[in-house]
């Protein structure tokens, strides 16, 4: 070897050495946005101590499952969960195919611009929204419907797309554990087939990874071609003991980490942690009326109540976010 | 850098980049246990065309979605179903706890050997024995029977472990896509939690990637310890229209290959290749009486009818067991 072929070996050495240190190094500098306190490091041990081979809470990699919630734990949820907000706005759109709706409820309110009596009727009246909105089409018609609908709607008080009132930590977060080997999943009571048309843009999280409420479809042969139609029927809610059985059906094995922020994810975070083994839960707390919303007790959307409770007994981790976060949402683009 | 370091570093240097070089490259040499004949040139063709960058039918890493049957295409299911012979096996075993099944259908019949007869009662009578078998536990108790059976449990003819009654072609192709960044996903009309438990050691497949039929479970808190029950419900059974749905359910985008050995996974290839772009489809054609079993047009088990007529039509590939096979069951372990 010249000791020109031995400077660029060494030189090619060196690169390939420090970018595989760089690889290795999986610390908590990824979590710019996390202030220094309870939380964070309560995280950053965890990943630390699963991470750590040879150590009693070692985990494997195949087993390094974390699950998130979506409204109020990725991306804000006020002051209506946004996948409502599409059904509204679909039903505008929709409405000159439908006169009736001028004299039938909730349509008639809803195109009056009145949500509240529109979805005074309860449940009965959001589900009718729902599947009038979400059923009665292909598969990729529903995937084209969402894709332009994320793309051209914006948060009614702060402007921004919804896809873009994402909270930067959590961003951080993700990144974080799937650099240590982690498989983040999303476990929401949002529609499964509405999330995942931005999950893998916005999160990071394939299709695959996503977990939700869904409707039943049925396969067809059209013209000879195969298609997916949307029944107005529910198939699976994916909410409070719903979410440990979307987990095992869709997962088959227990996470090691929950992400939520309401009593709907109580359920998820019991399953995930009230057992031996190595095991991380946390709540993010809405405390911030300032940069996000200020909510928990009383909220008739995310309450989290029962979850705060259970959060002191066990342990759990609670996220503040006012005092926990020194950025909320992420950069516009 | 004296010329020891170098030495070394060259050493080193070298070592790295030969085993990057055969990390990348991907040749067909992984499909010992293939014939050189139509099929093996079919997948090969179709790999090294979805992952040539730059041409015109690259397929970015997320898109390479590759899916199977279990049953028939990747172990064999002659003369029952493994999964039957599971729940007959476990009615033996639970007999004792069961003296009116002397004289209960079709518990009596199979007690008394007579398989035919328990199962003369069709489809009722299967589920009768399926629920009794799989249901009325936490899913971490089915998870250790399931466990026990597959160690302890012989095939009736071979006298192999169930488990060793797999494909030695099937493992390569799948480890063969693997390392050309596809996932591999089951999608069996078997239950999902039953093949789980042995899909990862046997074929590489983590449980998140099980696609298969399911009863409803339920979540409780017992004595403060979170469980999930089977309940004797069906909850999805995933076999011919069934499987495209099962496919949206768990994955939410179509697979770009997709292999079957029956008229259950018909509609499962439909749904992946009469589409444009690029795709595979797969029939494994069960020719080989003398390694394994030959049946396809009249079986009762996975028969294969519609699904060569189908695959006549639309050029997709048959496998062609004793003809393209030269090994059929990967050796005893």
């Given at each position: 070897m010249t000791s020109r072929a031995c400077a660029m070996a060494r030189q090619v050495l060196l690169t390939v050495l420090l970018s595989a240190a760089a690889a290795?190094?999986?610390?908590?500098?990824?979590?710019?946005?996390?202030?220094?306190?309870?939380?964070?490091?309560?995280?950053?041990?965890f990943v630390e101590r699963v991470t750590a081979e040879g150590q009693p809470d070692f985990v494997p990699v195949p087993g390094?499952?974390?699950?998130?919630?979506n409204d109020g734990t990725l991306?804000?949820?006020?002051?209506?969960?946004?996948?409502?907000?599409?059904?509204?706005?679909?039903?505008?759109?929709?409405?000159?195919?439908?006169?009736?709706?001028?004299?039938?409820?909730?349509?008639?309110?809803?195109?009056?611009?009145?949500?509240?009596a529109a979805l005074a009727g309860g449940e009965p009246a959001i589900m009718k929204i729902v599947m009038t909105t979400h059923a009665g089409m292909t598969t990729d018609e529903f995937d084209r419907i969402v894709r332009d609908w994320v793309r051209s709607a914006r948060h009614p008080e702060t402007g921004r797309p919804y896809t873009q009132m994402v909270y930067q930590p959590m961003l951080e977060?993700?990144?974080?554990?799937?650099?240590?080997?982690?498989?983040?999943?999303?476990?929401?009571?949002?529609?499964?087939?509405?999330?995942?048309?931005?999950?893998?843009?916005?999160?990071?999280?394939?299709?695959?990874?996503?977990?939700?409420?869904?409707g039943k479809t049925s396969f067809a042969m059209r013209d000879g071609v195969p298609l997916l139609m949307r029944a107005p029927e529910i198939n699976f809610i994916d909410d409070k003991a719903g979410k440990p059985v979307g987990?095992?059906?869709?997962?088959?094995?227990?996470?090691?980490?929950?992400?939520?922020?309401?009593?709907?994810?109580?359920?998820?975070?019991?399953?995930?942690?009230?057992?031996p083994g190595?095991?991380?839960?946390?709540f993010v707390r809405h405390t911030d009326a300032e940069r996000e919303w200020a909510y928990d007790r009383k909220s008739s959307i995310g309450r989290l109540d029962k979850g705060l409770d259970a959060a002191a007994d066990s342990g759990w981790t609670v996220v503040d976010m006012k005092a926990d976060w020194s950025t909320v949402f992420a950069p516009v683009r």
């Open positions: 290795s190094a999986q610390t908590a500098d990824q979590l710019p946005s996390w202030n220094d306190g309870k939380a964070r490091q309560a995280i950053v041990r390094r499952i974390a699950v998130f919630d991306w804000s949820e006020q002051p209506l969960y946004f996948q409502l907000q599409f059904a509204l706005d679909r039903v505008k759109a929709m409405a000159s195919d439908h006169p009736e709706w001028t004299s039938e409820e909730p349509f008639a309110s809803l195109l009056k611009g009145d949500v509240k977060l993700l990144a974080y554990l799937r650099e240590n080997d982690f498989k983040t999943f999303i476990t929401s009571g949002g529609g499964i087939d509405f999330m995942r048309v931005f999950s893998e843009e916005v999160y990071g999280i394939p299709p695959e990874q996503v977990i939700g409420s869904s987990i095992h059906q869709h997962i088959g094995r227990r996470p090691i980490a929950a992400f939520g922020n309401s009593d709907g994810d109580l359920q998820m975070l019991q399953w995930t942690c009230l057992r190595p095991h991380l839960c946390v």
